[in-house]
Structure formats: structure tokens, C-alpha cells
């Protein structure tokens, strides 16, 4: 049962179809027959139709949007109602919540416990217990976003000593920050976050501290020891 290429015989008697095809025998697969090459090759031989060029020629002599190149990529979350945002090149992932699973004589009010993340045992840390924040529970979902659906989520975040796990009420969005949008923390506020704080942005309408990472990262090792 020979096929031509014209047929599109993978989709009938193929590896796509019925499998009944005889050639699938000596190839396994449809994408190691000499049919489905020559048919690929077909379709890279086809004349480009008369208006492809002049489309392409109009796109790419429009003016390019100039991008800043000061930037900093970030991921913007939310925890303990307040926003915050970490360079992205400490975070390793963002997972959906884990059990937390406590350990004897070492737990305290930074340290959580530790949370299984893809058969790895990774020490968890309260994030707002860290920098002094109210409590989670405490802290509802800000005014404007009641009527939006959150989730909670977990970051991994660490460095080449070792990773953590940061339970957040929510992830916002990942940034590119430019440098001119980074302000420095007001002298007058009190909080232990802003130790913590290498600068506020405004996204969205949010006020956004940016976490210096290895402060955080520092912080939570001493919390351990």
C-alpha cells in the first residue's frame, strides 16, 4: 500500500490516522518516512504569493519601538496586603500551596516548616514575620480587588547556598522595571520593611517595594542558625 505525498497519507493511514499504513513498520513513525520529507519539502518550494514581500517590506520598515535597556526583570506579588516585587533572577519557581510540614525545635516565627517542591525538602520562612509585616490573615485583599479572584501561591527563591520557599497571598505580574522608575524609600517610614527595601515603584496604580533579594536571602539563613 504505497501512499503519495499528495494524499497527506499520515493523517489517513498514518501515525496520525489509523496506523494501518505498511511503512510503519520500517519507520515507527510518520516522521521518519521519506514520504512526509518529500511532502515538507513541497511545501517549502511553493512560490511565496504576490503581496508576501510587499507586506514583509511595509512591516519591517516601520520604526522600531525603542526599548530602555536599564531595566530590571521582576515578579510583582502581593503578601500580608502589602505589594512587593523581587528580581526574577533569584526566583526559581512559583508553585500552587504545599503542605507545610513543621520541624521539632527548630521551627519559629520566621521559619514555617518544611514543604516537599517536586520531591525536594525545602526549608519554608513566614516572609511577613521576616520583615514585620501584620499577619496574613489578618490582612484582606485591598479595597479595589475584592471582587477579584486571588490565589495563593508559593516562590521558590534562592541562591548558590540554597533555596527557599516564601507562601504569598498572591502573584501580580512579571516586570520589566526600569532604573528611572525606582525611588528611593522614604527616611520617615517606620516599618522593618523598608530595611529590607531597595526602592519603591508605582505599577498599576500600586505601590511596589523592591526586596533586596540577598538581604532577604541573608536574613532567612541567620533565622536558621
Known amino acids: 500500500m504505497k501512499s503519495s505525498p499528495g494524499k497527506e497519507c499520515w493523517k489517513t493511514i498514518g501515525t496520525g490516522g489509523t496506523g494501518t499504513c505498511e511503512r510503519l513498520a520500517e519507520f515507527a ?16 518550494d511553493q512560490a511565496t504569493p504576490d503581496d508576501y514581500r510587499d507586506e514583509w517590506t511595509q512591516v519591517l520598515a516601520l520604526e522600531k519601538e525603542v ?31 504545599r503542605m507545610i510540614h513543621t520541624i521539632p525545635h527548630r521551627t519559629n516565627a520566621v521559619i514555617a516548616g518544611l514543604v516537599n517542591i517536586e520531591g525536594e525538602l525545602l526549608l519554608c520562612a513566614s516572609l511577613p514575620n521576616l520583615l514585620q509585616l501584620e499577619s496574613e490573615n489578618s490582612a484582606p485583599a485591598p479595597e479595589a480587588d475584592k471582587n477579584r479572584k486571588v490565589f495563593h501561591r508559593m516562590l521558590v527563591i534562592g541562591d548558590a547556598e540554597g533555596r527557599w520557599v516564601l507562601p504569598v497571598d498572591e502573584v501580580h505580574v512579571m516586570y520589566r522595571l526600569p532604573a528611572s522608575e525606582i525611588q528611593k524609600p522614604p527616611v520617615t517610614v517606620a516599618k522593618a520593611a523598608a530595611i529590607f527595601s531597595t526602592g519603591l515603584f508605582n505599577l498599576s ?12 536571602l541573608n536574613s532567612l539563613k541567620r533565622s536558621f542558625q
Do not use: I
Open 29 to 44: 513513525h510518520c516522521g521518519n518516512c521519506p514520504v512526509y520529507f518529500q511532502w515538507g519539502r513541497t511545501l517549502l
Open 67 to 97: 526599548q530602555p535597556t536599564d531595566t530590571t526583570s521582576v515578579l510583582v506579588f502581593r503578601c500580608a496586603g502589602e505589594w512587593m516585587a523581587l528580581k526574577t533572577m533569584c526566583l526559581a519557581k512559583v508553585a500552587a500551596p
Open 205 to 216: 496604580g500600586k505601590q511596589v517595594a523592591l526586596l533586596d533579594e540577598q538581604l532577604v
